[in-house]
């Protein structure tokens, strides 16, 4: 028996025609309405895809994209040439210009009385310490007497030399005792020499017995106290002589060479005092821990104190320099830049090599030459070849 299948069929292939019928309606009515310009559009503004005003920008003989072109505002200077003091930079400390130990010359004696303390104006020769002096006294009267004793001694042997000179020719004494009266007046004098040696050395030790200031200056330091044993050599005092006082500058080995005996510092210390002062020596060694020279500068005037650290400058000489604003300098990979200005509306980017800041102006050595128009304000926005617009107007009050 045959079945037929038809009507099965028919009704599955009418829903497929179907679904493929309204995929392909909705694809062509996606693709007209992108075609179509928004409704008021301008025709033009859906040519290619390119808006109206970027067209109308790039107009004929204009390059496309000219219009973005900007330029930066800056403003400039002119580098100056002055005659300038020169100088060289250097740090150190204030030490004495001598200072001086002072001790007693002899040993052995209480301390009676100390007449000064430390921070003491003394003149030379003027009494520090007094030792006890009744031993020295009473040594120096000894000496005197032996002294004397000496002297009786050789009167009576020049006596008896005279009586023997007087009967030498009558020969009632011999040569040999003639010789020996000589010998003993030789001998009596030499002993009177030696009594007036000792008591000289007697005088001196009991006027050592008195400690005084060698020269004028002030004490700085005191280890001696009433009623101790003085020792022959040990310290009593230490004393700034003549109350001077001078800056060991390290100068750079570099510049060593440029520093003479006589030029003229300017010193400033921690505080902010501003001292003055002269080269006195330049040292003919170079340290070798720091590669610094020693300059000895002697500090006129008073407000300098030993240890103080110092800061200053050694004037060198005179001469042109180039000077231009240190707002104008641009680092960049570690070196010095600045930006001249190259026609109307252009900068150059130009290496400069520091020579030194004078408060708000940097002293260069090349690069530059004197008149050039530099970038101040801005310059550090700047690139080689930038377009610039200068605006040096002062601002509104």
Aim: aromatic share 2%; net charge positive.
């Amino acid at each position: 028996m045959r079945i037929d299948k038809t009507p099965f069929l028919r009704p599955r292939l009418l829903q497929k025609v179907l679904l493929i019928a309204i995929t392909s309606a909705a694809l062509a009515a996606t693709g007209c309405s992108r075609n179509k310009p928004a409704e008021g559009a301008s025709p033009a503004a859906s040519q290619g895809g390119q808006p109206a005003a970027a067209k109308g920008a790039a107009g004929p003989g204009r390059p496309a994209g000219a219009a973005g072109t900007s330029s930066m505002t800056i403003t400039t200077t002119q580098v100056k040439s002055l005659d300038i003091v020169r100088s060289v930079p250097a740090t150190g400390s204030i030490h004495p210009w001598q200072e001086v130990i002072v001790s007693a010359e002899v040993g052995g004696y209480r301390v009676a009385e100390v007449l000064v303390d430390v921070g003491t104006r003394v003149s030379k020769g003027q009494p520090l310490v007094r030792l006890s002096g009744d031993m020295l006294q009473a040594d120096l009267d000894s000496k005197r007497a032996a002294l004397r004793s000496a002297e009786a001694a050789l009167v009576n042997a020049s006596a008896a030399l005279r009586r023997g000179e007087q009967v030498r020719n009558s020969g009632a004494l011999s040569a040999a005792d003639l010789d020996k009266l000589t010998a003993d007046q030789i001998a009596a004098q030499a002993r009177v020499e030696t009594a007036r040696a000792d008591v000289t050395t007697s005088e001196l030790r009991a006027r050592y017995g008195t400690v005084t200031a060698p020269d004028s200056g002030v004490v700085t330091s005191r280890t001696v106290s009433v009623g101790q044993i003085a020792q022959a050599g040990a310290e009593m005092l230490r004393m700034l002589r003549q109350n001077r006082v001078e800056w060991r500058a390290e100068v750079p080995e570099a510049q060593l060479s440029r520093i003479k005996v006589g030029q003229n510092a300017s010193i400033t210390a921690v505080d902010g005092t501003v001292l003055a002062g002269r080269v006195r020596a330049v040292a003919p060694t170079v340290q070798t821990t720091n590669r610094t020279g020693l300059v000895y500068v002697d500090i006129i005037g008073e407000g300098a104190r030993p240890g103080m650290f110092a800061r200053g400058q050694i004037d060198v000489g005179k001469g042109p320099a180039l000077l231009l604003p240190v707002a104008s300098v641009v680092m960049q990979d570690g070196y010095s830049y600045v930006f001249v200005l190259k026609g109307a509306n252009s900068v150059e980017r130009r290496r400069v090599q520091q020579v030194g800041v004078r408060g708000d102006d940097m002293e260069v050595s090349d690069g530059v030459a004197a008149g050039d128009v530099i970038a101040v304000k801005g310059a550090g926005f700047l690139k080689d070849g930038d377009t610039i617009t200068v605006n040096n107007a002062a601002p509104a009050a």
